[in-house]
């Protein structure tokens, strides 16, 4: 299977000439379509996971904000699967008029799904081209934890254990793709040590198997659950990905602390449009979404369980994205 382009950003490409009369009726219907009022209708917010947690509370609390302030209904509907790879690809079939968005982490952009038609060299096909990034909502540090059970105590006699038997450890993440993925990626890398990837297709069933002991080792986004799931001696935490500790979980060190900075890393969430929103609506937009992560109480909820709301323009937001991207390229596929 031949890749596709990956691109992000505002502009729009070049047309051949074969393609020409289509790339002007676009920009017509594009003419047209930033002329028309904006919102003449609700808006539909596609959200990237299952209903319940940290990132869907975030993203309805944002709804409310947008709705208020727009003065039209924003209809939230969860659209889970592949890491936020499925929200995105319905997310580029919707029209661009700024009336559908989605929510979703940065990770199916940065990583790209898995294509087994690729194997040789591990890389996927590329992520959805036709979605352009509009503001960053926020940064969630990864745990890497263990099952008590699991009788190295710390992240280095981890180490030491996945050294003296190469291939027996599991580590779980919330599927390909995903910054838990590139977690453990970037530690075999660094550390070039030998441990199995268990793949899930979401974090529900990665946590509730971790609790009964079906792997050693997972990486998860911080969240209330995690939090209490430690707190009770049900797993413990061996590492962090985080700019600093956790003021939850002090003892606990970053991986950059370890000796893995590549691995020290957080999940980006953020606010997403179809290719070819008129640049007025998606200005709008952008400032609607830093106006709403100023108020204390979206802050106090976000903050609660150690998630850093971030905001800034949506070319900072791009730029992060290429940046990752091209930091996970480096990286040696499974």
């Known amino acids: 299977m031949r890749r596709r382009a990956w691109v992000i950003g505002h502009g729009a490409a070049l047309a051949g000439a074969a393609g020409l009369p289509a790339f002007i009726a676009g920009v017509r219907a594009q003419t047209s379509t930033a002329a028309e009022p904006w919102p003449s209708r609700a808006l539909h917010l596609i959200v990237a996971y299952p209903p319940g947690g940290i990132s869907d509370e975030t993203a309805r609390a944002l ?13 939230v509907e969860n659209r889970a699967g592949a890491g936020g790879l499925t929200a995105l690809e319905s997310l580029a079939r919707a029209a661009p008029d700024g009336h559908t968005l989605a929510y979703c982490a940065i990770s199916p952009l940065v990583f790209g799904p898995p294509d087994p038609a690729s194997a040789a060299t591990g890389r996927g096909d590329a992520p959805p081209r036709d979605v352009v990034p509009v503001v960053s909502l926020m940064d969630t540090p990864v745990l890497v934890l263990a099952h008590p059970s699991f009788k190295p105590r710390d992240f280095p006699a981890m180490l030491a254990a996945a050294r ?3 291939g027996r450890l599991r580590w779980a993440t919330s599927g390909h793709a995903t910054v838990g993925h590139m977690v453990l990626a970037q530690v ?12 899930y297709k979401g974090g529900g069933q990665q946590l509730t198997d971790a609790i009964g002991g079906q792997f050693e080792l997972l990486s ?10 430690v707190r009770q001696g049900r797993l413990k935490a061996l590492a962090i990905g985080s700019p600093v500790r956790l003021p939850v979980l002090p003892e606990v060190p970053t991986l950059a602390e370890l000796g893995f900075p590549d691995a020290n890393l957080v999940s980006t969430f953020g ?9 007025e609506r998606l ?16 802050r106090a909820r976000m903050l609660e369980v150690s998630n850093l709301p971030t905001g800034g323009s949506a070319a900072d937001f791009a730029a992060r994205i ?13």
């Open 164 to 166: 003296a038997a190469p």
């Open 63 to 75: 709804a409310q904000f947008m709705g208020a302030r727009l003065k039209v209904p924003v209809i």
């Open 271 to 279: 606010l997403f449009a179809p290719r070819g929103v008129p640049e």
């Open 220 to 229: 998860s986004n911080v969240a209330a659950q995690q939090l209490q799931l």
């Open 322 to 334: 290429a940046k990752e991207r091209e930091r996970a390229l480096r990286v040696p596929p499974d």
């Open 283 to 298: 200005r709008r937009l952008n400032a609607l979404v830093n106006d709403a992560l100023r108020q204390p109480e979206l």
């Open 188 to 199: 075999r890398a660094a550390a070039g040590v030998d441990i199995i990837h268990v793949p």
